[in-house]
Nanobody, 118 residues
């Protein structure tokens, strides 16, 4: 069982930066692949970025490549999403998620709101 708590959301101007954090309660945090998703009003939830449990390999949606960076600190049981060069279209609720291979993401946080003003 994994509990995830996101923090770090807020209001920022276009071009600005935010850093999201997700603290996990899992005993074996290092055994989980971690990811960030987002959901904008009226849209479906979409994948943003992921980081593997084993070697820290990362993956990104095309629309955030070069702007967002996902990282993890297994000792702190925390995953981060550094968001730079933010755009108004990045406005959404951002969710942290966890999974164990070969499953899909099945543990979710409550979400944190990110609002980017133009």
């Amino acid at each position: 069982q994994v509990q995830l708590v996101e923090s770090g959301g807020g209001l920022v101007q276009a071009g600005g930066s935010l850093r999201l954090s997700c603290a996990a309660s899992a005993r074996t945090f290092s055994a989980y692949d971690m990811g960030w998703f987002r959901q904008a009003p009226g849209k479906e939830r979409e994948y943003v970025a992921g980081i593997s449990r084993s070697n820290g390999n990362t993956a990104y949606a095309d629309f955030v490549k070069g702007r967002f960076t996902i990282s993890r600190d297994n000792a702190k049981k925390t995953v981060y999403l550094q968001m730079n060069s933010l755009k108004p279209e990045d406005t959404a609720v951002y969710y942290c998620a966890a999974k164990m291979v070969p499953e899909w993401y099945n543990y979710w946080g409550q979400g944190t709101q990110v609002t980017v003003s133009s």
